[in-house]
């Protein structure tokens, strides 16, 4: 069966398996509340995640949950069993994972009469299956959510996967012989071949094909410069990866009794056309809310789509103006994903200014949206938020308060959670399972980071992690590094070492306060 074969190719090639901030319970809530429902609180909720991998996605969440449970499943066993062991080293009772077929897991669930699930993550899966397991997905979504339950389905679109298309079919022409081993590194041979057929030969003045190698050539660039060899293999090598169209996937969710929402990731807005006859056509040939979107695909050749949807029967709580999302949202708050200073410089003196103003100033701390829908012109908030959001994609409805702790010895500290968590991976070889923040952010980090992590303890001064950091290196006969003028510079002295240590310790403290790492005690 097709599904034995794909199931062969991610034992063999296993994903990396990291978090997505977009698809945290605490995401979904928040983007499920604004457009009107009544999402289970993220704190209490039953979690499945469908095509967990090792579990990169949910362990993070379970650590930050622990009054929640998750479920995750897989069909790669041997994906499951490494995530098995980080989870058995981490001491996390709250999540399991487990290697079910898609296929078997309504029969399991709701046959053996267990609880049904609040939140249904199913990320970069959705499009890499065959149509009769995008079926049992989606039946997994009508049968196993809970009432007012949220899910979350990812995958590639069209129009903008037309362009990549072709591409994926020659890499898998070219690798069609090879054995499974050399499959990539085959497909990414014939790009070389490609390359150097277009540099020996001219398009003799014909347009389309000097636009259509340009186009080629700019995808077949961002592969090759692509360092991720498990996502390449799934996603231009693997047996199925098919794109489609948003309103057909819209159309296979009413099959199933679910309806879309709204995209995670993306805002579409007829106040994008400044001129009015352009508006005024586009409401009159793309008048309701899925047309729109459409639309808006076809103008932006947009390629992957991060869809969240609930059950039918929810629909008619669902509101899609301003001034009800803005009451939705009062009791939230908002925040910055980066410090956006040049975006604050470039709105000083526009509407926008207020606003942004506020949140730079407080970055990463959340302002209240009461607070924030007040410095909003009236009845403007929303399109303000949105405008910030389309021109940042920095912009942030969270449930509850943020604040940014600084580290100070004997009142702020690692969180103690972490701890076993991070001593995992700083311990562990590499298993292509990456760290996830509070917010489900995936932090790359090396072992020796994760080592200075645990340092800030509370007891620890900057500067004896600043001398423990530097004691390391001396004993391991590491030279710190600088990059000077493009060029790569060892710094041997005494000196130039204390002001690398102590900058880079610094710099390491307030990433963990930017990504809420740190508690009170």
């Not at 700019?218 to 090598?237: A, G």
């Not at 102590?502 to 740190?518: C, G, H, P, T, W």
């Amino acid at each position: 069966m097709i599904n034995d074969l794909i199931k062969q190719t991610y034992d063999e090639t296993m994903y990396d398996s990291n978090a997505f901030a977009q698809t945290s319970t605490e995401s979904l809530f928040a983007m499920a509340k604004t457009y009107g429902l009544n999402p289970p609180n993220p704190d209490f909720a039953n979690v499945l995640e469908i095509g967990c991998a090792m579990g990169g996605n949910i362990i993070g969440q379970a650590i930050n949950h622990p009054n929640s449970h998750f479920l995750g499943i897989d069909i790669s066993d041997k994906q499951i069993e490494v995530g098995k062991s980080i989870i058995q080293n981490v001491g996390c009772k709250n999540i399991e994972l487990e290697a079910i077929d898609i296929m078997d897991l309504v029969k399991i669930y709701k046959g053996g009469g267990k609880k049904s699930f609040d939140y249904i993550i199913c990320h970069g899966i959705y499009s890499w299956v065959p149509g009769f397991v995008r079926a049992g997905i989606l039946e997994t979504m009508r049968e196993l959510l809970s009432e007012q339950g949220v899910g979350f389905i990812s995958y590639n679109c069209y129009p903008g996967w037309k362009y990549v298309e072709p591409i994926r079919d020659f890499m898998r022409f070219s690798a069609a012989n090879a054995d499974e081993k050399d499959k990539l590194q085959t497909a990414l041979n014939a790009f070389k071949f490609e390359k150097a057929y277009y540099a020996s030969s001219n398009t003799s003045g014909d347009a389309m094909q000097t636009l259509t190698r340009q186009i080629k050539l700019e995808n077949i660039n961002l592969i090759e410069n692509t360092s991720n060899r498990s996502y390449l293999t799934h996603e231009y090598i693997e047996i199925c990866n098919q794109p489609f169209y948003f309103t057909d996937f819209v159309a296979d969710l009413e099959d199933f009794g679910l309806s879309y929402i709204a995209d995670m990731m993306m805002y579409f807005s007829l106040d994008e056309f400044r001129s009015e006859a352009v508006r005024e056509f586009a409401k009159l040939n793309y008048p309701d809310r899925i047309a729109m979107e459409q639309m808006f695909d076809f103008l932006y050749s947009t390629r992957f789509r991060s869809s969240l949807i609930t059950k039918k029967s929810n629909e008619p709580n669902l509101v899609f103006d301003d001034s009800s999302k803005e009451q939705n949202i009062k009791d939230m708050h908002i925040v910055l994903g980066s410090p956006c200073k040049e975006f604050l410089e470039r709105v000083k003196g526009s509407y926008l200014e207020p606003l942004t103003k506020v949140l730079v100033d407080a970055y990463p701390s959340s302002v209240s949206a009461a607070k924030c829908i007040e410095l909003a012109k009236k009845d403007d908030f929303m399109a303000e938020f949105y405008d910030i959001k389309v021109a940042t994609n920095s912009i942030f409805c969270v449930s509850k308060e943020l604040k940014a702790i600084p580290y100070k010895v004997g009142k702020t500290r690692l969180k103690q959670v972490y701890i076993p968590y991070l001593t995992h991976f700083m311990n562990s070889e590499k298993q292509g399972v990456g760290i996830a923040t509070p917010l489900n952010g995936n932090m790359e980090v090396e072992k020796i980071e994760i080592e200075v992590f645990l340092m800030f303890d509370g007891k620890n001064s900057l500067k004896d992690i600043q001398s423990a950091l530097k004691t390391k290196f001396k004993r391991e006969k590491i030279y710190p590094t600088i990059v000077q003028n493009g060029n790569q510079k060892i710094l041997t002295s005494s000196k130039e070492q204390d002001e690398y240590f102590k900058d880079r310790v610094r710099k390491i403290a307030e990433q963990l306060s930017f990504v809420y790492m740190f508690e009170e005690f």
